[in-house]
């Protein structure tokens, strides 16, 4: 039978943290009018005229450092990472210590798996604006991808000291918990992400994997089917199901749930 799957940490989607000051001109006027009709294409999924628009400020007023953040945004979303990056190195070369720039480039980063890269800007980001847990939340998982551990927990520990409702880094808190094999710690913090958050399966299952590498196995069945009753496609809990229906000896409904794996991915899926 398979392995559990391994843990991975999850980012938040993209943030517009603050804006840079624009100078009063007619021009820069014009360009906080397409700015902002770009933001709002953007935040419909209309990634095109958000970029013609943001094309248009940065054209009218080449200072609008909060025009290059946007911009940035839709080529990150349409897998433009590296062009991102640059307009996010823009927006810092126009405005000094500009927050936005910091932290958005450093979330680039760590999609394109350049975690020391992404540790110096949160780094910076950190600096400027040292209230904003956003910067500490994605520091950590830059930290847990290069496996450093101890400086992971510190960030995520901080952000739930000050917010302890953070359901996002709780969460992460509990997958490097699973990772180091303190498998108590993981599961409280699952049951406090599942308490914010009971509809979500990724609590279930993460709590159920930690569950089964206690050797817990009726529990993590438990854990497996929640997550799949809120998430009938939720693939890795069927797998993760199957693995702990075969430790407990359930053969037939380990085959189901592989079955079940299959139907869904196919292309992917091996036999057990």
Known sequence: MRRLLALACIALPLLFLGCASVPNTADAEEARIHYRAGMKYFQSGLFEKALYNFDRAIALDHGFADAYIGRGAVREETGETERAIKDYSLAIGRVPDFYPGYFHRGRAYIVLEEYQKAIEDFNVAIRVRPEE???????????????????????????????????????????????????????????????????????????????????????????????????????EAYRNRAWAYDKLGLRDEARDDMIEVKRLDPKKVKEP
């Open 133 to 235: 847990l956003e910067a500490y939340h994605h520091r950590a998982i830059a930290y847990d991808r290069l496996k450093m551990y101890d400086q992971s927990l510190r960030d995520y520990d901080t952000v739930i000291k000050t917010d302890p409702r953070f359901a996002k880094s709780l969460y992460n808190r509990g997958c490097v918990y699973t990772n180091l094999e303190l498998y108590d710690r993981a599961i409280a913090d699952f049951n406090a992400f599942i308490t914010l958050l009971p509809e979500n399966p990724e609590g279930y299952n993460r709590r159920g994997i930690a569950y089964a590498r206690k050797s817990e196995l009726k529990r993590a069945v438990r854990d497996f089917s929640r997550a799949i009753e809120l998430n009938p496609r939720y693939l």
